[in-house]
């Protein structure tokens, strides 16, 4: 018996510093992941296709100084000065990563605004919060176009993976300043994030996930809580369109469902792409991407 209990002590250490050691490698990777530059971004767009059209973009730079003092970097299209869709990008991209998705919304006639989170980009290099902080950026960055071009502006917001979850977590503060937001591949909360991607690279999710929640509470200063997007769309009355792919293997579909359920808006959308890799689904079929988006915005009034 005492055998038993030496050997189970073993393991049971064994396992338990393995999900230390695990927990610890993803949130570095998480909060402080290998950032593309934009050079890199772009260059894949160009491999890609994506920059046949955008030539006749006038991309003017803007920088945004949020409330306390950090610079975003961003440009502008100016298009229709009256409607606008400012796009968030994913993690680890920068504003050259929302590029695919800008040509539908400017043969609509929008303007286009493309920004840098934080840490991303041109910006200056610190860690990301996975949407707590970025969605604080979001609204003030929304206050400030609105303050340029003009209080009565029409506003939407389009972001892809965090970006997404960006702008859903954001919609707690902009109710009354943007027309719609179209969410592309985002998670329903960090802690469930943090649970499929122990799934994918197959490590037990208890303790792995608590271990986690340690680490970005006391190294990240990041809560669970703050990155809660399920929670956050639930009081959102705006319209609202999720698109996400079935074999997105980053950000798991089911993610994309649970945010289209828990949405409190009355003008709610959910496409399912099945044979599309994350944030691929304007990739995999572009017209029938195309087309769920105009249908949607002809549902808001545009």
Do not use: W
């Amino acid at each position: 018996m005492k055998i038993f209990f030496t050997i189970f002590s073993i393991v049971l250490f064994l396992f338990l510093v393995f999900c230390f050691v695990s927990a610890m490698i993803m949130v570095k990777k998480i909060s402080e992941p290998n950032y593309k530059t934009r050079e890199e971004r772009n260059e894949t767009n160009r491999i890609d296709g994506f920059l046949v059209g955008t030539e006749r973009y006038l991309r003017e730079p803007i920088e945004f100084t949020m409330s306390d003092g950090y610079i975003i970097n961003g440009d502008i299209s100016l298009n229709n000065p009256k409607k606008f869709v400012i796009f968030c990008h994913g993690h680890a991209s920068n504003r050259e990563g929302s590029i695919k998705f800008t040509k539908i919304f400017y043969d609509l006639g929008y303007s286009l605004v493309l920004y840098d989170h934080r840490s991303h980009g041109d910006n200056k290099r610190g860690h990301l919060t996975m949407g707590s902080q970025e969605s604080k950026d979001l609204y003030e960055i929304i206050k400030i176009i609105k303050e340029k071009y003009g209080k009565d502006i029409e506003i939407g917001v389009f972001g892809y993976s965090m970006g997404a979850a960006t702008a859903c977590l954001a919609s707690v503060y902009y109710q009354d300043d943007v027309r719609f937001i179209i969410s592309d591949c985002a998670y329903s909360s960090l802690a469930f994030e943090c649970q499929n991607q122990c799934i994918v690279h197959k490590i037990p999710f208890i303790p792995t996930i608590l271990f986690m929640r340690l680490f970005f509470k006391i190294k990240y200063h990041i809560s669970f809580k703050d990155c809660n997007v399920k929670k956050a769309i639930e009081a959102n009355k705006l319209p609202i369109c999720f698109f996400h792919g079935g074999k997105d293997r980053t950000v798991f579909a089911s993610n994309s469902k649970r945010l289209f359920e828990a949405s409190g808006s009355k003008i709610k959308e959910y496409y399912y792409f099945e044979n599309a890799g994350h944030s691929r689904c304007i990739e995999v079929e572009p017209e029938s991407y195309k087309e769920k988006l105009k249908d949607f915005l002809r549902e808001v009034g545009d």
